[in-house]
């Protein structure tokens, strides 16, 4: 059974730091894309980041750009969101998904499989 179970969530104060982990378990991803989504109440779900299977390439949504970085460790089957300088704006739900890939995809339609996500708040 393939999992995604994430991690790290909570709540900060803006200009705080989270750092999220999702560990994946059922198969190996080490050749997937793997992607953090956010959703906030009342807007659809967008890609935040993405990093390729070995890690040499990675997106990052304008929003976040210079304050949130995607990694990954294959041995751990474990993918990471580091996010700092953090801003009320991005509050919401942060899910990790996996794409059978092999180039960086940013839809959420070209991933396959899905955590529940965790609750990320970022207060004034």
């Known amino acids: 059974q393939v999992q995604l179970v994430e991690s790290g969530g909570g709540l900060v104060q803006a200009g705080g730091s989270l750092r999220l982990s999702c560990a994946a378990s059922g198969r190996t991803f080490r050749n997937d894309v793997m992607a953090w989504f956010r959703q906030a109440p009342g807007t659809e779900r967008e890609n935040v980041a993405a990093?390729?299977?070995?890690?040499?390439?990675?997106y990052y949504a304008d929003s976040v750009k210079g304050r949130f970085t995607i990694s990954r460790d294959n041995g751990k089957n474990t993918v990471y969101l580091q996010m700092d300088s953090l801003k009320p704006d991005d509050t919401g739900v942060y899910s990790c998904?996996?794409?059978?890939?092999?180039?960086?995809?940013?839809?959420?339609?070209?991933?396959?499989?899905w955590g529940q996500g965790t609750q990320v708040t970022v207060s004034l």
């Open positions: 990093i390729s299977g070995n890690g040499l390439r990675t």
């Open positions: 998904a996996a794409a059978r890939s092999a180039t960086v995809v940013t839809s959420r339609n070209d991933y396959h499989y």
